[in-house]
């Protein structure tokens, strides 16, 4: 019972340098977000999607971009890292928007120098 | 002023008090209250929820809702070490979530 997984748990980047966080879950789930956790701010949504090949916007969206191109999977992108990146990025899941519980993966350790 | 406010704390209790962790929200539209927990270096799990107003009770956790005052509340009694972690509250119509307190139960 995997649950949701996330790939990989820890990254040091350069600024400038590009990457992909992978989310994975196994539930079929409908609903997929991505949330950056900074001291202090709690929990910032980044972006979100309600179903396979769709993504919307969060709170925190720009310097990201994510894709959802098969149900199970929701990956986000970061184009050109910038220090203010730096963050714990975590990935949920739920079978509905609003009144469901999200599932949330073990979480993502992102630095960038 | 933001949707949901939580004082972050850190919040240091001997074992055995009992801890009350609160939240306000803004938008009077929100109809589901959860709290989550999160231990140290791990995602969030739900702890409880509540359904509009009132109080639910889970053996030693109360929630309660105060839609009036857009006031929630997270209630520990008897509390223990292993209760240590960070706690936050998601009116979760909206997937935004509060701060979060960091509790600490000291033994």
């Known amino acids: 019972n995997a649950g949701v997984t996330q790939t990989p748990k820890f990254r040091v980047l350069k600024t400038g340098q590009s990457m992909t966080l992978l989310c994975a879950q196994d539930?079929?789930?409908?609903?997929m977000y991505w949330y950056r956790q900074d001291p202090g701010m709690g929990l910032r949504l980044i972006h979100y999607?309600?179903?396979?090949?769709?993504?919307a916007k969060g709170e925190v969206p720009d310097g990201y971009n994510v894709s959802r191109l098969k149900k199970q999977n929701f990956l986000l992108g970061l184009e050109s890292a910038a220090p203010s990146q730096t963050s714990v990025y975590f990935c949920?899941?739920?079978?509905?928007?609003?009144?469901?519980?999200?599932?949330f993966g073990e979480g993502s350790r992102l630095t960038v120098l | 002023q933001k949707e949901v406010e939580q004082d972050p704390g850190p919040l240091s209790v001997p074992e055995g008090a009992i801890v009350s962790l609160n939240c306000t929200y803004s938008n009077s539209a929100f109809q589901y209250f959860m709290w989550y927990r999160q231990y140290s270096r791990k995602g969030p799990e739900l702890l409880m929820y509540?359904?509009?107003?009132g109080n639910k009770e889970d053996g030693r956790f109360t929630a309660q809702v105060d839609k009036s005052s857009k006031y929630i509340s997270l209630f520990i009694r008897d509390s223990q070490p292993s209760d240590s972690a960070t706690y936050l509250c998601a009116p979760n119509n909206d997937m935004r979530f509060g701060a979060g307190t960091r509790l600490t139960v000291k033994p």
């Open positions: 949920a899941s739920s079978y509905s928007m609003g009144t469901g519980e999200l599932f």
């Open positions: 509540t359904y509009s107003s």
């Open positions: 999607s309600v179903g396979e090949g769709t993504t």
């Open positions: 539930m079929n789930h409908e609903y």
